[in-house]
């Protein structure tokens, strides 16, 4: 299931616009900064924002807790590419669960961390017309990694430092790369595509080298890459959010200007 929240903007300056914000592995949508991020990119730049679990995100009904192992376990990219596919024709159609309004016809993607390859892939549907990645990685590959030795039918375990959940990781993410490679060449989709890209990266991010994200800027023709001194891999901002961090403030800064220039 795809549960996702919209912020809509008291005064519409970007009527046909939208933007659409992906989560990262382990991630959620009311995880730390991505609730303030969605409302203030919503405020600034005068359009809906809607921010959504990925449906193998594992995380449920309570939308903290990740109770739905299962789903986290079998994720692929394929998924996350169909799940955000439908969140962007619901937004165009003008109709997302229950709630109905005005469609979009032109959008803005922000992924962070994991949720950059969605994000970047999303450029295959012509009603995308700006991107933008938050400490993305550059290759889905880092996953089929985590499987090196590991025999037919086995999974891997990954903790959850927030939580201490320890949560299954099976084969499925492997498979599909195997089974659809070409499709999920970062630097080949950017090289093809002609949206303009925002990279922003911090300096400090452990968990992505700063390396990602040049080869990301360099494989985009109309690309543009941002470095945020001292950041870390969440722009220095933790769960449960207790406001934004000056490195958030730059990374906002720097996406709704992108969005705005690309969108209007």
Known sequence: MIRGDLWTPSVAT??????????????????????????????????????????????????????????????????????????????????????????????????????????????????????????????????????????????????NARTGDVLPLYRDVVDDLNTDGERFDLESSLRRSRIPLLVVHGTEDATVPSEDARHLARAGHRARLEFIEGAGHTFEVGHPFAGPSPELSVALALTADHFKRHLT
């Open 14 to 159: 970007l009527p046909d616009a939208a933007i659409v914000v992906c989560h990262g592995f382990k991630g959620f949508k009311d995880w730390g900064f991505f609730p303030f991020a969605s409302e203030t990119l919503a405020t600034r730049l005068g359009c809906p924002v809607v921010a959504f679990n990925f449906s193998g995100s594992g995380v449920g009904e309570d939308l903290e807790s990740f109770s739905e192992r299962d789903a986290f376990g079998h994720n692929t990219f394929s998924r996350e590419c169909a799940d955000l596919d439908a969140v962007l024709g619901g937004l165009a159609e003008g109709r997302l669960g229950d709630l109905s309004f005005a469609g979009a016809c032109r959008f803005g993607v922000l992924g962070h961390s994991r949720g950059g390859v969605a994000a970047i892939l999303s450029a295959e549907r012509p009603d995308v017309f700006a991107l933008v990645t938050w400490a993305a990685i550059a290759s889905p590959a880092r996953y089929a990694e985590l499987f090196e030795g590991v025999e037919p039918g086995g999974f891997v375990e990954v903790t």
